[in-house]
């Protein structure tokens, strides 16, 4: 009887030490886990807060805030990057804002660009489909990257693209007069005026229904349809847009108004350059 309880009390605290090992064992892999779930909840940088900052972006874009925006979009692409991984939908979408604040900065040329715009795209594609109307953002922001580097057919048939998804599954209006008038801006590059007349005509109707509520992307279309008669060579018809859209960008990005002044001082120097040509001529 002594040895049968003594041989169960050696049991027992076998079985204890085991079980503390075992506990010892798996405690890290645990709080990892806990760590994770934490901070997917709502730790120290959750998905809630990334829609937070894009959105931070695209306001500061719209305000004409360029280099803000630039820093803002840099500093989330890198946070995104390590949080998300490099084929996440959710880096792609900070990478469709960052590709427009490198365009806006004049930076839409570079390599840099051209490689983020072609990978975010790729990702939403992969990830939503071709013909996805969420796809459009990163089709128009690789189309701006080609334009700028000279590659305008390219331009025009990812814009194409886009708008004929976006008309396709009966977008809001707005989007598809943004489609629009980057169609144009591709034709008017080609030097095929016509035809860009005709995406813009449609365009300024939209925009002019919606000026109250969206002032700035009305004077993006006017901005437009005044490069189209420059450089078709209706000058007399070059002005007004021009100057309108000047004028909106001072009335309503008044917390930004060295956008609107480098704005009225390329359509002043323009001009006398026009003038020059005119009495050349």
């Given at each position: ?5 003594s ?5 027992r ?33 959750s ?14 874009l719209?305000a ?54 072609e ?40 814009n ?15 989007s ?104 050349a001529?």
């Amino acid at each position: 009887m002594a040895l049968d309880c003594s041989s169960r009390s050696t049991h027992r605290a076998s079985t204890d030490a085991r079980r503390r090992e075992f506990v010892r064992r798996i405690t890290p892999s645990i709080l990892t886990l806990l760590l994770a779930a934490g901070v997917a909840c709502g730790g120290q940088w959750s998905a809630r807060d990334t829609e937070r900052d894009t959105q931070g972006i695209d306001d500061r874009l719209a305000a004409g805030d360029y280099q803000e925006a630039l820093r803002l979009a840099t500093d989330l692409h890198e946070r995104a990057a390590r949080r998300y991984g490099a084929e996440s939908i959710d880096l792609a979408r900070v990478e469709d804002r960052l590709v427009a604040a490198l365009v806006k900065n004049g930076r839409g040329g570079t390599a840099d660009a051209l490689r983020i715009a072609e990978h975010a795209l790729g990702v939403e594609e992969a990830a939503l489909g071709r013909d996805a109307v969420e796809t459009t953002r990163a089709m128009h922001n690789l189309a701006l990257v080609r334009l700028d580097r000279g590659e305008f057919n390219d331009a025009l048939s990812l814009n194409t693209r886009a708008l004929e998804i976006r008309r396709r599954v009966r977008a809001d209006n707005n989007s598809v007069a943004d489609s629009l008038d980057l169609v144009a801006l591709s034709l008017i590059r080609l030097n095929r005026f016509d035809t860009a007349e005709k995406s813009l005509a449609e365009s300024l109707a939209i925009r002019e229904a919606h000026a109250v509520e969206n002032p700035l992307a009305l004077a993006q279309t006017l901005e437009f349809v005044g490069l189209m008669h420059r450089l078709s060579g209706q000058l007399g018809d070059a002005a007004p847009p021009a100057e309108r859209s000047v004028t909106l960008r001072r009335q309503h990005a008044p917390a930004h108004p060295d956008i609107a002044a480098a704005a009225a001082r390329k359509l002043a120097h323009e001009a006398v350059c026009l003038h020059r040509a005119s009495r050349a001529g």
